[in-house]
């Protein structure tokens, strides 16, 4: 049996909804980028292991902050 899913009763709603979306993605991938960016700047610059250390904690931090940006 096929299920036939019904449009939104407000147009407008389901394109307000595709345009809050679309921003979560863009605000999750610049906040990505610029800290890859910094980071990898960072790492050029001063190639210790505490230094790789730091890197690695703060990419996490970047990824759960992206993680819940994208999950609301």
Known sequence: ME????PPANGNQASKSETERTKQVTVAGWTAGVSAFFLMGALAS?????MAIGV????AMVATVCYFILKR
Do not use: F, L, M, Y
């Not at 299920?3 to 019904?6: K, R």
């Not at 690695?56 to 990419?59: C, F, G, L, S, T």
């Open 3 to 6: 299920e036939q899913q019904q």
């Open 46 to 50: 001063n190639g210790s292991w505490p």
């Open 56 to 59: 690695i904690a703060v990419a």
